[in-house]
């Protein structure tokens, strides 16, 4: 039974800096995951951040271009997300999410598609 297990919620303030994680908890070294961050706020539709395959990033939305970095360790289904510059737009619940590879695709990077297993969520709060 694989669970997402992300880090705790966050807050900084604007120009700052934080870093998200993710574990999937329960996968095996053998198994094959994409696996990305999604952010939602309330009113909004849920946005697909940034999603890594087999350790390289595949997808960054453009708004985090330059700005977030995603990593990836692939033997231990381990995701990071360091973000970078924030700014109150910034502030949202950010989901961490994992499908097989076999699956994955930059529309469900991008939040277009449904599917995945999913995080609880990680408040960030930029102020």
């Known amino acids: 039974h694989v669970q997402l297990v992300e880090s705790g919620d966050a807050s900084v303030q604007a120009g700052g800096s934080l870093r998200l994680s993710c574990v999937a908890s329960?996968?095996?070294?053998?198994?094959?995951?994409?696996m990305g961050w999604f952010r939602q706020v309330p009113g909004k539709q849920r946005e697909g951040v940034a999603t890594?395959?087999?350790?390289?990033?595949?997808y960054y939305a453009d708004f985090v271009r330059g700005r977030f970095l995603i990593s990836h360790d692939h033997p231990k289904n381990t995701i990071f997300l360091q973000m970078n510059r924030l700014t109150p737009e910034d502030s949202a619940m950010y989901y961490c999410?994992?499908?097989?590879?076999?699956?994955?695709?930059?529309?469900?990077?991008?939040?277009?598609?449904?599917?995945?297993?999913w995080g609880q969520g990680t408040q960030v709060t930029v102020s």
């Open positions: 329960g996968a095996t070294p053998s198994s094959h995951y994409c």
């Open positions: 999410a994992a499908i097989p590879t076999t699956e994955c695709s930059e529309n469900w990077a991008a939040g277009r598609l449904a599917g995945g297993l």
């Open positions: 890594a395959a087999l350790g390289v990033p595949m």
